[in-house]
Structure formats: C-alpha cells, structure tokens
C-alpha cells in the first residue's frame, strides 16, 4: 500500500488536530492538581520534602529524557539525510519543543540548593564536605552557584535546540524551501555535539552527583542510552496510535516498523552500555566505585536490579526481534509501554537509593511522575494546535511516505 | 544561504539533462545535494554489462601491471622479514622484544589493537551500514570487508606469538589437554581469544558468502581452463537462481544483523583486557564505548587510506565516487568527535573522581615522559579530523588522505598511550620505567603492514573488488527494485 | 578476456521434445519480462521453473510462489546452543571439572561468562545461516546441466534467464518455445542432457587429491608412531627451549679436566666446611669408637662408621621384628646417657614444636602411637601398617638418650630416618622433649613444683 501511495497536497488536510481550549485547560488543572496533591503530601509527612525532592528530581529527568531523546532523534536524522523519517519527525519535534516545560518545573530544585538545602545532594551541606578529602577536591564544581550556571546552560542550550527545530521546520512548512532542510543539515552537527556534551555533564550533575563520592566515566552515555529509549519509546507509541487509527495516510505501518527497529537497537545499546558498566565495577571490584553498585544489590534493591535486566531488557528483546512484532501496533503500544514504566524504574534505580535504605513506592512517587508526564503532554498538545504534525512541506516527505521497508 | 542557493542551482541545472528515475550526474561532482533527489550511488552511465566488465577485467588481467608488481614485491618483502622475525623471536624467545618490567604489555598489543581496530570498518560498512540501508555502501563493502579480513589476520599474529610456546597455543582454546585443566573463562583475555576468533570467522564467512554471486561471474567469464576451474570451486556452483537469491538475502540479513553486535563486542572486549583492571588509566567505565567508537574511526581512516589510491588506480571513479568518499569523511569526522569526547571525559572524571592515582595517571600522560606521544595522539586523532569540518577537505581525495593517514598514526599511538604510560608509571615507583622498542619490535610491526597489503594486492589482483551483484541489486533498473534486502 | 558485448550464441531453431533435453533455458534482458514471462509459465500450472539472475530480483519470491526460510529458525537455534555452551564451559570447566579460584572472583558468576556465551551465540548463529544457506541453497554443487547452455554464462552478468526442468508434467516443448518468445525471450536452448563422461572430475584430479590426501596423512602418522613406541635415541628437539643449558650435570663427561669427570672429588685430606662432625656424641648420639673397635668391625662397617648405626632394629621391643640380626650390634653400641648439649626450657620448646610436626602424625601428640596417620592406616585395613611402638613403653623409656637419637636419625624397623629433614640440634630438642613426655606419665605428685600444686585437682 505504501509503496503505491503518492504524496499529494490535499493530503496535507486531517495532517492538524483540532485540540480543544477547553480540554487542554482541563488536563492542565488537572496536571496542576496532582503536583500539588504531591507538594501537599510530602509538607504533611515526616521526612516527606526530602523525599518529594527525590521523587522531583527523578520524575523531572524523565520527563526531560523523553524530550532529550527526540532531540538527538531530530539531530541524526537530520544530520544523516534519513528520509523515511520525514513524516514522524514532526512528532519528535514537538516532544522536543516542550522540554521547557520539565525544565522550569525542575528550577525551584537549584533555587533550594541555592538557599542552601542539602537534602538532595549532599555535596551542598558544609559539614559533610568539610574534612572530606574528596569532596573538598570536587567542591570547585560541585557548589551551588556553579551549579545553577551549568543548569541554565544545559536548560538554555536544550529549550533553544527545542524550539529551533519545530520553528525551522514550522517554517518550512508554509515556504516550502528546500534550502531549510540543508540549513537544517549541516548545524545538526553542532546541535548534535552540544547536546551530546550538555547530556553528559546534566547526567553527572544532576544523578551522579546525588552520591558525591561515586563516579564513571560511562555514565554520560548511560544517561543517552537511557534518554533515547524513553524518547523513542513515546514516539513508537504515538506512531502506533495513529497508525492504528489511520489518522493519516503519511504515517503508516513502514515507519512504525522503522521506529520499532531504532527503539530495538537503542534498547541494546542501553543494555550493552549499562552491562559494560556493571561488568568493568564488577571486575575491577575497587571499594569506591562498588559501593554504588553494591547498595543497589541489598535491601530489596536487588530485585529493582534484575527487574531492569529483565524488563528493561530481555523481555523487550526477545518479543521485539521477529519483524511482525515491530509491525503489530497493539505488541508495539505494550512493549514501548513497559519500556516507559522500565525507564522511570532505571532512573528510580539511580536516584533512590540515595535517598532510601530500601525501596518506598507511594503517592509521592506516583503523583510527580503523572504530573510531570502530563506537564510534557500538556506542552506536546500545546504545539499540535499551533501547526500540523507533518512537515508538509519537507522535500524529503514523498521520499517518506512511499518509505517500504522490505 | 547564498552558498546552499548556488549549490541548489547546479543540482537542478544538472537534473535537467538527466533521466527522473536514473539520477546518474555524469562526471560531475555528485556530493551537491538537492534534498528532494537521492543521488545514484554511481556516476556515468553504467549498465549491468559496463559493471561486470569493469569490475571482472580487473581481476582478469593477463599480466599485471607495473606497479602492483612492484608494491607485491615490497609487500612480500616485508611479509618475509615478518616471517623471519617470527621464526628468530621463537627460536630465541620473546626477550627479542623490548617488553621488560614494568612494562610487559609493549608493541604486540599495542599493534594487536590497532589492527583489530582497523578491521572494524569492514564490518561497519557491510553490516551496520546494511542495516541502515545505506546503499552507498555496495560500492565498498568488499574492499572494506577484505580490509577487515586482513586486519584480524595480522591482528592475531600478536597475540599468538607473544605467548611464548607458540606451539602450545592450543591451550588458549578450551580442549582438552594433558594438563586436564581448562582455560580461565573469568579472564578477559580468555573472552579475546573468542571474540577474536569469531569476529575473524564470523567476517570472512560473511565475506565468502557476499563474493559467490560475483565468483560465479567470474567463473562465467573465464577464459582459460585454470581460471573456469579455480573460480568454478570458488563459487560453488551458484547459478543465481531465485531460491540461492532468496536465501542469499535473507543470510545477508542475518548475518548483518550477527555481525553488528558483534562488532561492537570485539572491541568493547578488547577495551575489556584493559578495563578489568585496577591499573590507573585503564580501569574506566567508558572504555567499551570509547574504543569500539575509536576502532570505526581508525578503520575508516584506512579504508578512505587504500580507496583513494585503489579508485585512482583501477578507474573505479565512477563507482566509489565523491560522494562515497564524503561520507566517510564524515562517519571519520563524527568519530573523531567521539573520541576526543571520550578523551575529555576520562580526564574530566579522573580529576572529579579524586583517586590520587588516577589523578596522577592522567597528568602523567599529558605532562610526563611520554607526552610526546600523547599529543601525537590528540593532535591526529582530535584535531586532525576538525578539518572535515569544511566540505572542501572532504571532496580533495588526496587532502583527506593526509588527514587519514594521521588519524592511523594517531590511533596507533593511541594504544600505545594507554599500554605504555600506565605500565611505565607501577604502583612501586622503584619499578618505574621508560619503555624502548627494539628493532624487532619496529621490523616486526613494519612487517605487519607488508602482510597487510601482500594479502591486499592479492585480492585486488585475483577477486572482484567491488560487490558487482550489490552494485547491480541498488541500479535503477526495470522497476523501484533498488533495495537489496 | 571476454567480451561482454559478444551476443549469445544463436539458440537452435526448433526445440523438439526431445529425449537429450532436460529442459529449456530462456534469456530475458530486464527484469519486468522476466517476472511476466515467470507469471505465464506458472499459468500454466508448470511449477519446476526458476529464474536465474545477476542480482536479487525484487517480486521474484511471489511469482515464483516460495514462502517462508528456515534460516532465522537456524539462526535462533546456534545462537540458544552457543549461549548455553558458553555459559556451560565456563561453569563445568572452572567451577566442576577444574575448580580454580583467581584474583577472588567466584568459582562461577553469571557476569563474566555473559562474554564468551556471547560470542559463541553469534559464531553458532552465523554457521548455521552460512551452513543453512549452502545446504538449501544446494551449494557446493559444481555441476549443473544448465551451465551447459552457452546463454546461461549472462545470468551472472546482464541477464535473466527463465528455465524449466522437462521433470514438470506440464512441460511441453511445442507449447512452452512460442510462448516464451512470445514474452520477450532473447533466445530459447534447450538444456543438455550431462553426458556422463564430461560431468566428470577430471582423473587428474582425484589422482592429486588421492596423493595429497596420502602425504597429508603421513605426518600423524609419525606422531602417533612416536606417541605410541619407545626409544633410546634422545628425542627431536624443534624448539630447544631450554632442553640444551650451558652446564655440568651430575655424572656427565668433561673435557675441561684431566680426569673427565664433570664432578669434581673432595681434594684428599680436606673436608668441606660444616661437613667435619668430630664429636660422635653430639652427630651420633654414642661414645666415641676407638680404632681399634673400628678394625675388629665387619669390613662394610670399616668402610663408612656410621653403617654399624643405620636401622638398628630395637632387641627390646618385644614385639616381632623384620630384621632381626643386626639386634647384637644395636646392643652392643655405647649410647651417650647424658645429652651432648645444654638442656633448657627453650630447647625442650623447640623439640615439643618439632615434635609436633614431624613425630605426631604417627605417635600421636601424647607419644602413644595414635597419631591420626597410624589412625587412619588402621582403619584402611591393609595390614602392612605396623602401629609405632608406644614411647612411654618399658624398654622404649629404659633406652638411653643416644639410642633415641639414633633412632630418629636413622629410623628403625619400618620408621624412616629423618637426618635428612631434622637438624641436628632438633633432633635433639626432640629426644629431650620425647624424655618430658615419657616423665609425664611415672611422675608423682611429688615431682611438681610447690608452688603449681594446688593447681592440681584429682582426675580418675
């Protein structure tokens, strides 16, 4: 079917979505309830802001990472010519646009820091550093003004990268040039190196640094891995979604197929990444740097830990392999679905131990991730009133949607 | 903007002379891109018959010319001296080399890791490029594969020979033995010798597999009965029929899909002999990435190394053109980037990290007695590459040669930082040594490259150097039938 | 060279059904007249029709009807034996067959075998599709009747060619020749029936096979000759690794010195130092012999004194010995009674220390002849184990302290000497820890010191 199909313009009609003011102020009261039903909680509960800045900061790099992810999605595209992909990337585009939303949510967290509270890193508290060989040593980059630099820069560089992608390509739209999509080319190169780098040290600021003690080099790489699987994870969904549906003729069963395969790849690569760090600590067996490791074997951490080889990895690996899986939207909602859940549970994995002996799983958790996965999509559909979500005008799109992939 | 208009112009200025279906630019410059237009993967007009002439009459020269006589020649000469250097090192023992406390891991491994690395272009270009229907490819993936193939055999001399006893080099294998005891399965050395070996049977089945369809031409082309019967073996009887394709394309696709991972796990165990350790400069997380990203980089600069010339030389021109050689340019480029990006990031961490050694590791690689090579190192490897930045670097063949062959020096030189300056510097500083490679080490190493290119003009000399049926399976011909899988 | 632009050779004229032909072969130059002309044979119902072409034809698995590859299955099937075998090896070889421990990792752990399963997955993996491919694909297979057809050399060049067995009951020639022309064909051949004697491989080749395959054989064939014979030549030496060291060995010649011998004798009239051992009470626990005893000794014992000393069997012992006859000599030997050397506390320390590690196995740490060795070769039941004479024994204590070095020294009855292990002055320590232990058991109250008796409380 695809292969038959050509690219008409009156196609581009049924390419916008008429999203309802009305509904979209709804969700957003709603997004605005369930954070402060989680603000609420934690302020009445013993230890509860400690763990509700936990519980934000997780739930806020997840929201981040799902855009971070469409992002270098957007970038390798780009920057490699793809063709196939013209029709979803608008998809990507918005996901990546709204990353400003998370991030203002994550700033009253350096605002705190800022005032001086150490609850989420320890490295802000005075006592704890002082007599501290190694994080008086570390103390030129982790402190809180040099900090809240870095995280403007890293939020500055993202929000821009964002926001230029969906403008570029909105441009395109109505000029139809194709000198846009050259443009668009050749800086990819520099968007995709300042993201690379900004991702790399936002994964050591804001997770690793969670306990100052621990490093790895790979960790940066860690964070991407992890960052491209939730954004691919989303956009397999929204892909198999429509495709269900047929909302659109230009997105059709071949680019799902497409998608599944980056996702599939992707989710290899976070395995191999994250096995090759286990392996290295594991081996090496040096006390600073398996301590980190060690903690998330104990308590209970352990069967987090095995859930994520099995349900972050094996599970997904073994279902996604045959070619009809990736073809079958329902098999591709679920698998993208439970590597959504796995993702938060990796970040989970990062983040919590620091804060707790043992796993905790309640409202609080619950609450910001729902809150923060609904401040993207309220950003998301914020974009989808605003242009279609096609790039209607991309020379490359009857390349995309006669796309058959054999 | 101006720049991006101009080149548009010529791109539609050219596509008005030429067929919609056919894009073929003619002689001209194809790395100008109109985006709407996918450019053929060759110039000039190439029909199946010109392809199978141009790429068999290569292989089916009568005599050979001058100058592959006489680079076989120097080939066979260095080939040889390997072989002696071989002989003399295991009648007298591997004390010919200059590895000697602290420093027992010189030269062999540091060439063993280079050329490893050098092989994993190969199988980027004809597996993960495959994958990601990258039809360019087709023009280079025998070239490159053979290069891969080569590579992994010189690789593995190193390690076979350092051993010592080369004669009970079966004991790296777990058979059993009168020993009755096993090899060592925790160590990663023991995960070399498999991953290595795999990766070089894995490579040369996919090799053989993708070259019957074109020793099959050979076969039908040949005109004396040695030729008929050698290539007729060679070919095992293929006759093309719609089963043999059928199953040819879906092994292709296997076997791409077995070769990626594992191409990724040669290296990523390589990095892993080093990684395991404790050693100050070795043991970090990022090494698997780091060097798996660093072995496509130097592979890739050998493959654009050996394509320049060959493509001058056997007028393959219109086959791997411009284009094929701007793209590696930049798969070189973006490479580069991440090593470098590795670079910084380990001596980021190691200062973060605030172990003393490390720390101290890291300076002494920057600042101490082998900062030399260590910014021979990221002069090639980082800077060197930055030029791909301008277009005008990645279209002048011979500019973009230079640049290669720093990036191969760079590479070599950065195995070398790694083994040496961590070895050199012990936890005992009464240990503390400066590292001198002996001649043999030097002769040995040169050696390496004469069977390297032996191995090379051979198959450029006698096996169709460029994937006829590939080529064939991508040309717009009949129908949109210009996927090979 | 070949030309390429050479045109086929003209096909026969008529094609009859004809008993010399095993089909027919139709040469087609683009792929959309081969896919129709394979759609209209197959109309037909023939079903033994193939295509052969330079390259993969997109559509041709349709029209020529073939479904499904058992390739992937293959695939799957080497990678679950490769993983399981690796994981295997690295658990049955180094934590069962051979168990080894190193630098403190686990006998097995699931984390460092993932490597080597890995990469036996892929390599299992990738031989079952390469070997799947050849065996379906029915390769090796160096004669075909269809390369017979001159048109069929441009299959693997610039043409598609239709062929049909003559096996199919729908095929007929008269029907089949029009209609192929019909559809495009360039030309139409008959395929050649295999003349028997050109299908064949060359004599000359399975001769060189055959004398290859002989001369192949002949290297293992002398390997096993020597793994499986002896012989008193000194074996071949490849590698002369350090089989050939530039020294004297023990017993060799030498053309260094007058004499030949590369083991230089004592200059007479010396003795090397330490190797003098003037005083026989100390070295031998017994008093010095005169020469005169000397001379009236059997002439053995003339030659090398310390003879007369070596396994002296114990007359007193009662129980039955295996040598009875050198009992006389034993006797008649003038042991030292007094302890050649200072007896203290320490020395007594020392003796207790080595006792413990030389004589308890067998005499037990209480000298009863109970050590867990005597123990445990009773109960093993061989009956050549003789139980060591209890030290606290009559006669064994009534022996004077020079005997009981001698003893130790030189063994007796079935115990061995231990002059080689023991330094003198242990051996010593030993006799003088062995007389506290023989004391413990005819001591009285009366021989423990004031101040310590009250510590002492009555046992049964």
Known sequence: MASTHVWNPEDNAGATVPVSSRRLSQLGAAVAFVLATAIGIALMSPDGTRRLSHAWLLSGWYAVSISLGALFFIAIQHLVRAGWSVSVRRLAEFLGASIGWPLLLLAPLVLLLLAGHSDLFPWNDPETVQGDKILEGKSAWLNAPFFLVRAVLYAGIWVTCGRWYLRASRRQDETGDASTTLMLESRSAVALLLLGITITFAAFDWLMSLDPHWFSTIFGIYAFSGAMVAGLSVLAIVVAVIVRRQLHPAINCEHLHDVVKLLFGMNCFWAYIAFSQYLLIWYANIPEETVWLRHRQMHGWDSISQALVIGHFVVPFLVLMPRAAKRSTRLVIVMSGLLLVMHWLDLYWVVYPQFAESPVFGLTELLTAAGFAGVLAVGVLLQLRRSAFIPIQDPRLPESVAHHVH | MLLTRTVLQDTLNTREHTDMATVSLGDIDNTIIDPA??????????????????????????TAPRAWKIAFGISVGGTLMLFALIGYLIATGVGVWGNNAPVFWGWPIVNFVFWVGIGHAGTLISAILFLFRQNWRTSINRFAEAMTIFAVTCAGIFPAIHIGRVWFVYWLAPVPNSLAMWPNFRSPLLWDVFAVTAYATVSAMFWYLGMLPDLATLRDRATT???????????????????????????????????????????TIVSFDFATSQIPGWHTTIFPPYFVAGAVFSGFAMVITLMVPA??????KNLVTLRHLENMCKVVLATGMMVGYAYGIEF??????????????????????????????????VLAPQLFWFKKVRTSPWAMVAICVFVNIGMWFERFVITVTSLSRDFLPSSWGYFVPTPVDILMFLGSFGLFFTLFLLFCRYLPMVAMAEVKSVMPHGKDHSCPA | MSSVTAPPPSPAPTAQADPTSR???????SVDAVLKAVRLVRELGIRRVDVHSPHPIHGLDDALGLKGSPLPWGAIAGASLGFGGGVWMAWWMNAIDYPFLISGKPLFSIIPSLPVAFELAILLAAFAVVGGTLLFGGLPRLSNPRFRVPAFSRATNDRYLLAVDADDEQFQTGRLQPLLRQAGAESVDHIPVENPTEARVPRAIWMATAILLVLALIPPVLIAKARSSTSTRPRLSFVSDMDHQPKFKAQSTSRLFADGRSMRPQVSGTVARGDLRADDRYYLGREPVSSDALAKAPSAARLQPSALLTRVSDVDSGSPSDQAPPSQAAANIDWVTEFPLAVDESLIRRGQQRYGIFCATCHGQGGEGDGLVTLRALELEQGTWVRPTSLHAEPIRNQPVGQLFNSISNGVRRMPGYASQIPVRDRWAIVAYVRALQRTRIASSSDVPEDILPNLREIN
């Open chain 2, 37 to 62: 237009v996918r450019p053929g993967v060759m110039t000039g007009d190439n029909s199946l018959a010109s392809i199978t002439e141009q790429v068999s009459s290569l292989a089916e020269q009568p």
């Open chain 2, 225 to 267: 009965k040695v030729r008929r019967i050698a290539y007729g073996i060679a070919a095992l009887g293929w006759s093309g029929s719609g089963r043999q394709w059928r199953l040819f394309e879906k092994a292709y696709l296997l076997l791409a899909a077995l070769a990626t991972p594992l191409v990724l796990s040669v290296h």
């Open chain 2, 348 to 381: 980021f961490i190691a200062w973060y990290g605030g172990n003393q050694y490390e720390q101290f590791a890291f300076i002494n690689r920057a600042l101490g007695p082998y900062a030399w090579a260590y910014w021979t190192m990221v002069s090639c490897n």
């Open chain 2, 311 to 316: 493509r001058q030389f056997f007028g393959l």
């Open chain 3, 23 to 29: 089909g027919l072969v139709a040469s087609f130059s």
